[in-house]
């Protein structure tokens, strides 16, 4: 399971074809996040939860 900007979710999903992983399980926040503050990252892990939840516990 991988956790990235949205901003390369196109690289990411190529990246794990490429890899042999076309079932991997991947879950993109908003970009950006280089810059994003404290509380702006926690909105954006908090937004993204559920989805994060489901990729680590769904068969």
Do not use: Y
Request: with cysteine.
């Amino acid at each position: 399971m991988s956790i990235a900007s949205e901003e390369f979710e196109s690289a990411a999903q190529t990246q794990a074809k490429a890899l042999g992983m076309n079932d991997a399980r991947c879950v993109f926040v908003a970009h950006p996040i280089q810059d994003a503050t404290d509380d702006e990252m926690r909105a954006k892990a908090d937004a993204v939860i559920e989805q994060v939840i489901a990729a680590l516990t769904e068969p």
